[in-house]
């Protein structure tokens, strides 16, 4: 029955095509001295993912197995793990597209274990704080302006908003050579991010990132070596935002990059008439 | 390895030195690096062997002859393997990571394209330059000046 109900969720077929081994790390710091290797068979249906495996296990096999995951759609980035050696989101990642009859699923890289696959991402979430990502004003004060808008053309838009899709997943870390070898180094998430805001037309903030994203463990420190933007599950393409904030640096240090024009705060709009029909907003919920 | 680095998960140098299941780019960095603490090496040895004429002629002498010898001539080559490939390689580096042929920031739409493909073609075209330096390099080596 329980088998059945856990098929179902996969959302695809009921026929199982093949039997998968997955062959999870298990590792818990405060009570085992080494990691070690469980094997469990899951019945693999047409369009099951990893993570829909890692709940047949949880139901069926073995419910102390550790994981982390929320949206189970590639948007929360919370179900990263090493996946036959390749960094990859679990709930994005369909077994027989992995074409093996062995699964290896071992925790993300490059951060520590709290315990089976769940990896301990709060060095990435301070290294992205690190560099400020969110805009910096010095001439008007955002907190007093929580409903102002800022005017941006299209072109301005578009010159960051492919590094705005990062979810935060932590697989470029994990793939990245130099992240693993030298922990203080800020990492492709974190450097992409702090691009990201140096280039909105909004920002005014590049000179309190500097230090950090520029830094003798910043963006010099990349050496292109390409797997962040290749792992990458939502095509952010974390080392274009590096080399491109390398240029900027580059530029900049002969004293050649043009002046920042800050993008003005848009007045609140009065003329413009409501369209017949239009609801009323709901009733704000918080003050 | 002690439990601490268990827990840690830190790839350290084997993440460094294994290209693993990525792409190309990714070995060519493991072999950048490799390349560069050769040069290295060969720069350091180049000095130390040069210097030695300070200590008079006759020392000069013997240390060449104990040069002249197929492996020094061999290693010499490697050298410059290692030298063609780091040349090259870091022209393509110095390029792209001024941000030259990885076109500009687009939309994510799926199936993803990436700046490290866009520039492939690039690393491919300075691989068959560096192909082309070790062939004639080779030849010299070889049959211009063959090893005695
Ligand atoms: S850049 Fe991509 S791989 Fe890195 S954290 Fe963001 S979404 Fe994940
Ligand atoms: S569960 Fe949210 S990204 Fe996989």
């Known amino acids: 029955m329980i088998e059945t109900r856990s098929r179902k969720q996969s959302g695809g077929s009921e026929e199982v095509i093949k039997t998968v081994q997955f062959s999870v790390l298990r590792y818990d710091p405060k009570t085992l001295p080494a990691p070690r290797v469980d094997s469990f068979n899951v019945p693999v249906t047409k369009g099951l993912t990893v993570l829909d495996g890692l709940h047949y296990i949880k139901e069926n096999l073995d419910s102390s197995l550790a994981w982390r995951y929320s949206c189970r759609m590639g948007v929360c980035g919370s179900c990263g793990m090493f996946i036959n050696s390749y960094p990859r989101l679990a709930c994005n990642t369909q077994v027989l597209e992995l074409k093996t009859d062995t699964v290896h699923l071992k925790p993300l890289p490059n951060f520590d274990i709290i315990k089976d696959l769940v990896p301990d991402l709060s060095v990435l979430f301070e290294k992205h704080r690190s560099v400020r990502p969110f805009i910096v004003r010095r001439d008007v004060s955002i907190d007093e302006l929580p409903s102002g808008e800022f005017f941006q053309s299209v072109e301005e838009l578009e010159r960051y908003l492919q590094f705005t899709y990062c979810i935060k997943c932590g697989l470029c870390m994990a793939a990245c050579p130099t992240v693993a070898t030298d922990r203080r180094y800020l990492g492709p998430q974190p450097l992409t991010q702090a691009y990201r805001y140096d280039i909105d037309s909004r920002d005014d903030g590049s000179d309190e990132r500097k230090e950090e994203a520029l830094g003798s463990h910043g963006a010099f420190r990349c050496h292109f070596a390409g797997a962040c933007s290749e792992v990458c599950p939502k095509g952010v393409d974390p080392a274009l935002g590096i080399q491109l904030s390398k240029r900027r640096a580059f530029v900049a240090s002969l004293g050649l990059l043009p002046k920042k024009r800050l993008a003005a705060v848009a007045p609140p709009v009065t003329s413009a008439k409501r369209r017949e029909g239009t609801p009323d907003a709901p009733e704000r919920t918080v003050r | ?148």
């Not at chain 2, 042929?101 to 690039?122: D, E, H, K, N």
């Open chain 2, 1 to 148: 390895m002690p439990e601490s680095g268990f827990r840690r998960n830190q790839l350290g140098l084997v993440g460094w030195l294994s290209g693993g299941r990525y792409g190309i780019e990714r070995y060519a960095f493991t072999l950048h690096r490799l390349t560069g603490l050769a040069i290295l090496a060969y720069f350091l040895l180049h000095i130390l062997v040069g210097s030695s004429r300070m200590l008079g002629e006759e020392t000069w002498n013997s240390v060449m002859e104990r040069l002249d010898s197929p492996v020094f001539r061999y290693g010499e080559f490697l050298v410059y393997l290692a030298f063609a490939f780091h040349a090259l390689n870091g022209l393509r580096l110095a390029l792209t990571e001024l941000g030259f042929f990885l076109g500009a920031p687009r939309q994510p739409v799926f199936p993803y394209t990436s700046s490290v493909r866009r520039q492939r073609p690039l690393f491919v075209l300075v691989m068959i330059v560096a192909a082309v330096v070790v062939v004639l390099g080779g030849y010299d080596f070889f049959f211009a000046h063959p090893v005695k």
